[in-house]
């Protein structure tokens, strides 16, 4: 028995009793042998509680995190600062809790910053309306294919190449689930192949995914892209990068249906992967096929303003399995950081901020494309993101290059031989304002030094020496 | 309308729908036991003119305050006209469940059909059970 064990020998011979079964044995004697572990799991035996610290402590400190490296990894999380005013605000008790509450009234302010949260996202998507947030970017997107499903009952949707990898296969994943097929549109020189997408849109496809700027950092031109869509009654989808949207027409200016994302640049940090929140945002129209919770507007008896959850009739206590979603956990918290973040950065600072990583982007790009035997993947207009070809062999040779970088504490990027096989040796690289010019400078001299390096082993393996590694 | 009334002239589903036949046409709409049943209705989104409905099938949703309830067609047919004044007042269905809260005109494919619903007595008696 150990002090994290629930039940005892003597509970759980209670409840044995209390079903009538003599053993446990006999209350799984149901399951067949074959199935059933004939020995117990192989655990060990229990450590203490400051054995449990310090083996804690061993494996945490086998991380890198982006404090102990010069790193331009983005790839849809991105490393920019968080002011403490976040951490501050988010951390009160009155907060200090992901869940919308059930019986939400009785937390006025919390209601308000979900209302406040949703206006912010209104603003800065050009859309009509917003959730208090969802779990994440890839579950947004799949989640606004659902919402398409709704809204016009088609058999099939189209995502463009540049859409998130996660996204996409999570749309694939969750839609299989409501009948739907997925098609693909490739990229051409970057950014979505207009003509395969033209002839993908078909009068059975209920919704059409785009990315902006896309996963190769390149900035869609979304008029045609809604426009043909939209020519054949198919709802458009575009998940956006909101640290973008301060210098880029909102996507609701183009027309689109549902705006999603990914959050987490929005005052949360990298934090290992997550947690983070998805935004959706959708028009007027399909409001009442967006999942989540919304939190609204109103006033009291005495006609003072006051919050409420509103449109609940989408959701699962009340509509049961038609319901728009089968979540309603907003992630309160991770959305409370983005208000708070777009609150402290304010109108102006938005869009400097996006200025500035407009200009370190475009000086880091050059820079780089400079390097020998490095390339431009696409030379579309980027802000914040970009695509380079190393000029190696394959995926292999590229991840040997990052390895000689982060033995000098730089992280180039993030390899796009992984989800792209067409692009073995590309690299995808980000700016945030937390990387100075020095740092790409760093970046430019280290990176061209392990590429070289490389080239040189591959050109000694090829005259039949050892590869270098 | 506050008090309970079910016109002897219309038949009925036992879904709470309501049919009013006239030649190949016929109106739907809830009855009053339904709008009744769900409270203040504050959404209805009407199918598109050509929807093929099919008898005892949902062919919309109404939605009040506290449910969203499903609405099931009487007979088979092809919608011809939707009541446009639902968007803006959908508390119509409320205040005339027989008249202006009308939802849907249909073209009825098979007339034998209606032989199958309930006169308004035979209605009011599922209602007492």
Request: some cysteine; glycine content about 10%.
């Amino acid at each position: 028995m150990t002090r994290y064990t629930a039940a005892t020998d003597a509970d759980r011979q209670a409840m044995l009793e209390a079903i009538g079964v003599a053993s446990v044995d006999e209350l799984f004697a149901d399951i067949p042998e074959s199935l059933r572990c004939a020995a117990p799991l192989e655990l060990g035996a229990g450590l203490s509680e400051a054995e449990v610290y310090a083996h804690l402590r061993e494996l945490a400190a086998r991380n890198t995190s982006t404090e102990d490296e010069v790193s331009f990894l983005g790839a849809g999380m991105y490393d920019h600062y968080v002011p403490a005013l976040i951490d501050m605000l988010t951390s009160r008790s009155e907060f200090l809790t992901p869940y919308t509450p059930y019986q939400p009234e009785i937390s006025q302010g919390g209601l308000q910053v979900m209302f406040e949260y949703q206006t912010a996202i209104c603003e800065l998507t050009g859309m009509d309306v917003s959730n208090a947030s969802v779990y994440e970017g890839p579950s947004a997107v799949a989640a606004a294919g659902y919402l398409a499903k709704l809204a016009n009952g088609r058999s099939r949707f189209v995502v463009s190449r540049g859409v998130h990898p996660h996204a996409r296969e999570t749309l694939v994943t969750l839609c299989a689930g409501y009948g739907m097929s997925v098609s693909e549109v490739p990229l051409s020189d970057g950014v979505t192949d207009l003509a395969a997408w033209g002839s993908a849109i078909d009068e059975d496809v209920s919704a059409v995914f785009v990315a902006q700027p896309n996963y190769l950092g390149a900035v869609e031109d979304l008029e045609p892209l809604v426009g043909l869509a939209r020519e054949r009654g198919a709802l458009v989808v575009c998940s956006a990068d909101p640290l973008t949207l301060g210098l880029l027409e909102p996507p609701g200016a183009f027309g689109v249906d549902v705006c999603v994302g990914e959050g987490q640049p929005l005052g949360n940090r990298l934090d290992f992967g997550g947690p983070s929140f998805g935004f959706f945002a959708t028009r007027a129209e399909h409001m009442r096929r967006m999942p989540g919770r919304i939190a609204g507007e109103t006033v009291d008896v005495d006609g003072r303003r006051g919050f409420v959850l509103t449109l609940q009739t989408r959701e699962q206590h009340i509509r049961r399995e038609r319901a728009t979603s089968n979540i309603c956990t907003a992630q309160a918290l991770n959305a409370l950081a983005g208000v708070v973040y777009l609150s402290w950065l304010g109108r102006a600072g938005l869009v400097e901020l996006g200025e500035l990583l407009v200009q370190r982007t475009a000086y880091a790009r050059s820079a780089l494309a400079a390097v020998d035997g490095v390339s431009l993947l696409h030379e579309q207009p980027v802000v914040r993101e970009f695509a380079v070809s190393l000029g190696l062999r394959d995926l292999e040779a590229v991840r040997r290059v990052l390895r000689r970088c982060a033995a000098e504490h730089v992280n180039p990027g993030h390899p796009l031989g992984f989800d792209y096989p067409e692009h073995p040796d590309g690299l995808l690289v980000a700016i945030t304002e937390q990387r100075s010019r020095a740092d790409i400078d760093l970046l430019v001299d280290v990176l061209g030094r392990a590429v070289r390096a490389e080239r040189a082993g591959a050109g000694a393996a090829s005259a039949g020496g050892e590869a270098a590694e | 309308m506050a008090e309970a009334s079910y016109p002897p002239e219309l038949l009925y589903h036992p879904e709470h729908d309501w049919a009013r036949v006239e030649g190949e046409v016929a109106t739907f709409g809830i009855t009053w036991h339904a709008q009744d049943a769900l409270g203040e209705i504050v959404f209805v989104e009407t199918p598109a003119v050509g929807t093929q409905l099919s008898a005892n099938e949902a062919y919309t949703e109404v939605e009040s305050v506290k449910a969203v309830s499903d609405v099931f067609a009487p007979l088979t047919g092809e919608v011809i006209e939707t009541n446009a004044q639902l968007a803006a007042k959908p508390e119509l269905i409320n205040e005339d469940p027989y008249g202006e809260g009308w939802l849907v005109k249909v073209r009825i494919a098979d007339a034998s059909e209606a032989g199958g619903l309930l006169n308004r007595d035979a209605y009011v008696a599922t209602l007492d059970e």
